[in-house]
């Protein structure tokens, strides 16, 4: 229920402003979000550790990326802009949490 709950506050925080794209473009919430989502209880326990997490995360987003996007074939539409973005929102999620730790008692 909680994972569940989590999720639905996730989804309420992104914008919706493009009807081609779930996330309007923005990839940076898009890789906090998907950071946020595989930290959730139904991922295995082995998977919500950092490294793998981030690879998780990135070939989640290669999937996305060549299999769901509606602009994957279009010439002006840069997939790796796409998949960096996704990384560093990702990462930088990360970071945060990890300071944040190493800075709380």
Same mark, same amino acid.
């Given at each position: 229920?909680?994972?569940?709950?989590?999720? /639905?506050?996730?989804?309420?925080? &992104? @914008?919706?402003?493009?009807?081609?794209?779930?996330?309007?473009?923005? =990839?940076?919430?898009?890789? +906090?979000?998907?950071?946020?989502?595989?930290?959730?209880? /139904? &991922?295995?326990?082995?998977? !919500? $550790? @950092?490294? @793998?997490?981030?690879?998780?995360?990135? +070939?989640?987003?290669?999937?996305? =990326?060549?299999?769901? %996007?509606?602009?994957?074939?279009?010439?002006?539409?840069?997939?790796?802009? %796409? #998949? !960096?973005? !996704?990384?560093?929102?990702?990462? *930088?999620? =990360? #970071? &945060?949490? +990890?300071?944040? $730790? *190493?800075?709380?008692?």
């Amino acid at each position: 229920m909680k994972s569940l709950i989590t999720l /639905f506050l996730l989804l309420g925080l &992104v @914008p919706m402003t493009a009807q081609s794209q779930a996330l309007g473009g923005n =990839e940076y919430i898009a890789g +906090a979000a998907l950071n946020g989502a595989l930290r959730a209880p /139904f &991922v295995a326990q082995n998977w !919500r $550790r @950092p490294v @793998p997490r981030l690879v998780l995360a990135t +070939a989640v987003s290669v999937a996305y =990326e060549r299999f769901i %996007d509606a602009n994957w074939n279009r010439p002006d539409h840069e997939a790796l802009s %796409d #998949l !960096r973005g !996704r990384f560093i929102g990702c990462a *930088t999620v =990360e #970071l &945060v949490i +990890a300071l944040v $730790r *190493t800075v709380a008692p």
